[in-house]
Every structure is written in structure tokens, then in C-alpha cells.
């Protein structure tokens, strides 16, 4: 087990003053899980919801994940540039390496690349110190041969950075992260040595797996928790805060899912207190006004 190291230098969070560009309440990031497992490991859960015995490889959820790469991420796409919107897309290091033409293509198409490790089974809060830069760098150098970009944000599996993740992706020139719950509004991590990096949350309000996997809910009742966050959380408090919409391309990349990903872009574009911002562009806005940060 990783021990827990000293803690960053400093966080700085959002002072009342900060806002949106445009003086808009809410910032939308519509996000794109781009997932694969690595070679050999089948995902842990898959569409029967029932586990096989330890030890035999699970080739139901083996073939349910791969349709993510197949098809699930053409469609979001599709989607996304159809109602000409950036997103942001989490992208396992072994689908830049296997489909580098996806990720070329979607980068070209103005969407904005995540690093999100080599596999969603490779854990940064499983790893030493060496094996963690060893994940950064092999994702990172994957990325970069696909599409010629490198990544300035990065989520873990899970959203579930280590103990010095945030220190490491810093290092590596990462500029932002979602590794964190801890804030609805981006924050600004500082290191002794000066580097910092920007916190962006990973909000999970709006996210297909927890919806339809964990829940049982049908798609309809995504889209209408996005519609009525939206409205009601204005009538409640006028504090800006962000709002992810997160859809998997294994999960609701298929047609039963997919069109929701379309409602909730069509929703947010009508709204006039919206700002719909990849989260480099947050990243950015977050920096430019960092004196509003303390």
C-alpha cells in the first residue's frame, strides 16, 4: 500500500467573485469515456449484472466493452459534431494505440484528448511511485503518436487519482486534472516547487453507467435530471458551478442511450445561463482569473 505523503503546498478554491465568461451560471462540460481494459482483462461488470466465478475470463463483458471502439464512439461523435459541440474524451492509452486514427480524427475534429491511463484496470492507488510515472508516460506517449497532440488533462479509472497523482500529472506538464469530488467549481493545486495544476471535478449527477448499471434507470430520466438540474438549481442558489454530462461509448454509445447524449446538447445550447466549455477551456478561464482564487 502507497503511504499517505505530506500534503500539496497549497489548494486554492474559488473566491465569491468568480464567474463564468459571460457572467454565465453554470459551465457544462459534455464528456466522452473512450475506455478500454488491457490485453487479457475483461471488465468487471458487464450488461447480465451477474459476476462469472474468479478465475474465468468473462467474455459477455469482454465483447460488451469492445463496442465502445466499434461503433459506440463513432456515433457520440457524430452526435457532437452534428449539434457542433467540443467535448471532452477520456482516452485509454491502449485504444490510442490500437485505433490511433479514432483519436487522430477526433482531435482534428476539435474535441479535446484525456489522458485516462494505459486501462480502466490500471489503478494509479494500486501502483508504486515508479510504476505511476511509468502509466503517465506510456498513456502520454501513446496519445501523441495517434493524433501529434499532447494531453493537458487527465481523469483516472474511476476518477480515482493516488496520494500524489496530482504531484506526478503536474510533473509530467499536465495542467488539469478530475481526479477530485470535492468542489463543484475548479480549483487550483500549488506545489512547493511552484507547479500547480488545475482541479476540475469529475460531477457525477449526470453520468450513464451510475444511471443505467447501478440504478436501473432508463435513459428518458437521464436527460430529464439534466433538464431540471439546470432549471431548478437557479431557483435554489445563483452560484456558478459546473455540471458534467458524461456518456460511455460502451454503455450510452449505442441507439438506445446515444439520443440522449443529443437531448441534453440541444437542452444546454437553449439555455442562455450556459457555458459549454471543454475542460482545457476551463482549465484556462481558471488560470487567467487565478488572483480570484485564495
Not at 5 to 29: M, N, Q, S, T
Not at 179 to 198: M, Q, S
Request: charged share 20%; glycine share 8%.
Amino acid at each position: 500500500m502507497t503511504p499517505t505523503p505530506a500534503p500539496p503546498h497549497k489548494i486554492l478554491r474559488a473566491g465569491p467573485d468568480f464567474r463564468w465568461p459571460g457572467d454565465k451560471r453554470v459551465a457544462v462540460i459534455f464528456n466522452i469515456a473512450y475506455e478500454a481494459w488491457s490485453e487479457g482483462v475483461a471488465p468487471p461488470i458487464g450488461p447480465m449484472g451477474n459476476v462469472l466465478k474468479p478465475g474465468y475470463f468473462d467474455t459477455n463483458a469482454h465483447s460488451w466493452a469492445s463496442y465502445g471502439a466499434v461503433r459506440g464512439i463513432q456515433r457520440l461523435l457524430r452526435i457532437a459534431d452534428a449539434n457542433n459541440i467540443k467535448t471532452s474524451v477520456m482516452t485509454s492509452g491502449i485504444l490510442a494505440a490500437r485505433r490511433p486514427e479514432t483519436v487522430a480524427y477526433f482531435v482534428g475534429r476539435g474535441h479535446e484528448v484525456i489522458g485516462h491511463s494505459w486501462g480502466m484496470d490500471v489503478i494509479h492507488l494500486y501502483l508504486d511511485e515508479v510504476g505511476e510515472r511509468a502509466n503517465i508516460v506510456e498513456n502520454t506517449q501513446a496519445i501523441v503518436k495517434a493524433c501529434g497532440t499532447k494531453p493537458s488533462g487527465w481523469i483516472s479509472p474511476r476518477g480515482t487519482g493516488s496520494f500524489i497523482s496530482t504531484r506526478l500529472l503536474a510533473e509530467a506538464g499536465y495542467t488539469h486534472h478530475g481526479d477530485c469530488n470535492d468542489d463543484d467549481l475548479p480549483a487550483i493545486t500549488v506545489f512547493e516547487d511552484g507547479k500547480r495544476i488545475v482541479n476540475i471535478p469529475l460531477t457525477m449527477d449526470i453520468n450513464d453507467l451510475p444511471h443505467s448499471n447501478r440504478y436501473g434507470n432508463v435513459p428518458a430520466e437521464l436527460v430529464d435530471a439534466f433538464g431540471e438540474e439546470l432549471e431548478q438549481s437557479g431557483h435554489a442558489d445563483p452560484a456558478p458551478f459546473i455540471l458534467d454530462a458524461t456518456v460511455h461509448c460502451h454503455a450510452y454509445g449505442r441507439p438506445n442511450g446515444a439520443w440522449t447524449f443529443d437531448a441534453m446538447m440541444k437542452i444546454a445550447k437553449q439555455r442562455k445561463d450556459v457555458w459549454i466549455a471543454t475542460r482545457a477551456e476551463i482549465a484556462a478561464h481558471t488560470l487567467a482569473n487565478s488572483a480570484q482564487f485564495s
